[in-house]
Structures are given as structure tokens and as C-alpha cells.
């Protein structure tokens, strides 16, 4: 096992020329579509994107839109969350300093921790999330087993914690090892979710 420093059939990649892109996945079990216009430029990446999912047994109605950016090597710099439910909205930023102290505000908390070194954020219910270590460690040509510390962040009441998810090469494609779930992904060459195992395929 390593710590951050197959056969499964790929899309190619975009070429250049297509980005920026719209990328839209939809769930496989539930009433629910996230879509993502991404900017890159080298490994960094700035990217909108907004998922909507109806009242189901995993979750209330929601409507969440985030706004990601990154620096040059494809480190998160700051992300900012907005979800609405019928009882109102929740608005949160996190941020990253280049002393890797990471800043989370929500109006009515603050924190300021390393998040055990995390360079990334994760997102609960996004299969896009998944592209920002994926990218960076370039686990789409595959790898050992890897884990990758990151904040990881619920999209529905906008709490945040620190999380392990784990990566390895499968026959499958990408094995992922979330603190919700054990899954596989496959990606295309420029290390986006195609499909996400019992979670969502892109359309």
C-alpha cells in the first residue's frame, strides 16, 4: 500500500480543442443527475456544477451547485457549496492555504485543520469528486493500492470531516474504498468518472 506522493473499455479522451466541457452523470438507483461545466488548463481545473435529486429512501428533495478551484497540480484551492431543501439553504466554503491549513465557514461555524494533509475535497453523492486524485496521481494508467486523505464533505446538511478513501487497480477499472461505500469506477484518459458501480454513469 502506498500513500499519495486495466482492462476495463475507455472512452478516448477529449482532445484539447473540447474543453471547456459539460459533463452529466445520472444515477443508477435513484431519482438523481449532477452535471459540471470544467475548465481545465494542465492539471488545473475550475469547474460549476450542480445536482438535483428528488425525494427518495436516501435522501430528502435537494438542489445542490458547487464552484471548485484548483492550483497548478491539480491541488484543491477552495470549493464552495450552496444546497437548498424545502426547509431552506445551507451555504459552506472551504479553502486551502499553501500552508496546507484548511479554512471551512459556514456562516455560523468556523474550523481551521489539516484534515490529516488532504489535498482534495470529496463530495458525498458526486461521482466528479473522484477525478481530482484520480488526475493528479494519474491512477487511470493504474496503480498500487493508494490512500488518499481528503476533506470529505455531505452534501446534504454540509458537515465536514476527515476521511481515507482508498484506490487500487481492478479488473473492472478503479476500485474505490469510501467511508460509504465499496465500489469500482472506470474513467476515460483524462481521469473522469464514466461509471461509478451503484452510484452513477455518465450520459
Known amino acids: 500500500m502506498s500513500s499519495p506522493d486495466s ?3 475507455r472512452p478516448a479522451a477529449t482532445p484539447a480543442s473540447n474543453w471547456p466541457a459539460l459533463l452529466t452523470w445520472r444515477s443508477l438507483d435513484a431519482p438523481r443527475m449532477e452535471s459540471v461545466r470544467v475548465q481545465l488548463s494542465g492539471q488545473r481545473i475550475k469547474a460549476t456544477g450542480r445536482i438535483v435529486g428528488a425525494e427518495c429512501s436516501e435522501h430528502p428533495a435537494f438542489s445542490a451547485s458547487y464552484d471548485l478551484v484548483t492550483d497548478e497540480d491539480g491541488v484543491t484551492r477552495r470549493l464552495s457549496v450552496r444546497t437548498t431543501m424545502a426547509a431552506g439553504e445551507r451555504h459552506m466554503s472551504i479553502s486551502r492555504s499553501g500552508e496546507g491549513i484548511w479554512m471551512v465557514d459556514s456562516g455560523t461555524h468556523h474550523q481551521r485543520a489539516s484534515f490529516g494533509g488532504a489535498l482534495d475535497v470529496d463530495v458525498i453523492l458526486s461521482p466528479f469528486f473522484n477525478a481530482l486524485p484520480i488526475r493528479r496521481y494519474r491512477l487511470q494508467g493504474g496503480a ?10 455531505n452534501l446534504l446538511d454540509l458537515t465536514v470531516q476527515e476521511a481515507t478513501v482508498i484506490y487500487s487497480s481492478a479488473a473492472d477499472g478503479i476500485h474505490v474504498l469510501s467511508p460509504v461505500s465499496s465500489s469500482s469506477v472506470t474513467v476515460d484518459e483524462d481521469g473522469f468518472v464514466v461509471t461509478y458501480r451503484g452510484l452513477a454513469e455518465r450520459i
Do not use: K, M, S
Open 7 to 9: 482492462d476495463a473499455v
Open 144 to 153: 498500487d493500492e493508494l490512500e488518499v486523505p481528503v476533506v470529505y464533505v
